[in-house]
């Protein structure tokens, strides 16, 4: 069993930054992927930014360019750092743990909003 928390959101205006964490804890030795999710109401879960346990990453075009993920296998912790914030950015933001192909945990999510 993995658990992944999420910590770091709340209010920026826009053009701001805010870096978001995510700690994994439990059966950690496990995980290959980790990455981050947003969901606005009435909206699918969209995919922003992944990293594999070799620093691997892959990164949605929507948010290329101003976020970035990183990775310390050692805290088994994730980040994402987004600048140049934008009112569309505003959303709950969710980390996953993946391990093996098809066992995924989330965390609770993390409110992130920009005011413009």
């Known amino acids: 069993q993995v658990q992944v928390a999420e910590s770091g959101g709340g209010l920026v205006q826009a053009g701001g930054s805010l870096r978001l964490s995510c700690a994994a804890s439990?059966?950690?030795?496990?995980?290959?992927?980790m990455g981050w999710h947003r969901q606005v109401p009435g909206k699918q879960r969209e995919f922003i930014a992944a990293i594999g346990r070799g620093g691997t990453t892959n990164i949605a075009d929507s948010v290329k360019g101003r976020f970035t993920i990183s990775r310390d296998n050692v805290k088994n912790t994730v980040y994402l750092q987004m600048n140049s914030l934008k009112s569309e950015d505003t959303a709950v933001y969710y980390c996953?743990?993946?391990?093996?192909?098809?066992?995924?945990?989330w965390g609770q999510g993390t409110q992130v909003t920009v005011s413009s």
């Open positions: 996953y743990a993946r391990m093996g192909t098809t066992s995924v945990s």
């Open positions: 439990g059966s950690t030795l496990s995980i290959t992927t």
